[in-house]
């Protein structure tokens, strides 16, 4: 039984958190999530997170992107498709832990020259993270606590040149309920249907983002609804 509080985001385990996820399973579950992002417009939040962090921004110059929890690398794919019609140079590196998942990124992105990949833990091995421009986080910090989320954001910031997009679940009922029919008419694998429960329940408030944020230094935050039941958040780096 998956539980659900409007006070308290939950401490509940995803199943793709495991580092041994693999297989057909994984493979079926990467599609469950393309779909349900398509579906949603989860992506487009992400990029249009770019257009406005580069609104006056020079396109003279390489601009390097940081994908934080890439997985499959999709996300990084539609930037580099972003970049290439607006004029931009980007080169996009995407940093995960989950080795079975970055052999299926690294795959898939074969036709992307600019995009690469590397195995590296954020919070365990935080002098392995590259420096950026831009840091991107789609869904992976709903994973942590805000102590963690906290703490990460504190370092990213002093990798990065520009600042961090950040786009996430808001924890909400009429999404928990909503999810709950959408899995069952569309979705192959229980485990997509499980996590994506779990990660609606490990959402948050737009309180909570606000509350981590008064405790990040050096920077300008702005926290934007977004439909499907989502958040924009962009840390500017103040320079």
Not at 72 to 95: P, Q
Not at 185 to 203: M, N, P, Q, W, Y
Not at 206 to 233: G, V
Request: some cysteine; overall charge positive.
């Amino acid at each position: 039984m998956i539980a659900f509080s409007d006070k308290h985001r939950s401490s509940q385990i995803e199943i793709m958190d495991n580092l041994d996820f693999q297989g057909e399973e994984m493979k079926n579950l990467l599609k469950d999530l393309k779909t349900v992002n398509k579906w949603l417009g989860g992506n487009s939040i992400t990029i249009d997170g770019l257009q406005k962090i580069l609104k006056n921004h020079s396109k003279n110059n390489s601009i390097t992107l940081l994908d934080i929890g890439c997985g499959d690398g999709e996300l990084l794919r539609k930037c580099s498709d972003f970049g290439m019609m607006n004029n931009f140079n980007f080169k996009c590196i995407g940093l995960d832990f989950n080795e079975n998942i970055l052999k299926v990124a690294k795959m898939q992105s074969k036709n992307y020259p600019n995009i690469s990949f590397e195995k590296v833990d954020v919070f365990l091995n935080k002098e392995s993270i590259p420096n950026c421009d831009i840091a991107l986080f789609t869904l992976f910090l709903h994973h942590f606590s805000n102590e963690k989320i906290e703490n990460l954001l504190k370092t990213i910031l002093k990798k990065v040149d520009i600042g961090l997009i950040i786009n996430d679940l808001q924890r909400n009922k009429h999404a928990f309920n909503l999810f709950k029919i959408i899995s069952k008419l569309f979705l192959k694998t229980e485990t997509a249907a499980h996590d994506g429960l779990v990660s609606i329940a490990r959402g948050f408030k737009k309180s909570e983002l606000e509350s981590i944020s008064k405790k990040i230094p050096n920077q300008q935050s702005t926290i934007h609804w977004c439909w499907a039941y989502r958040y924009q958040w962009i840390l500017k780096k103040n320079v």
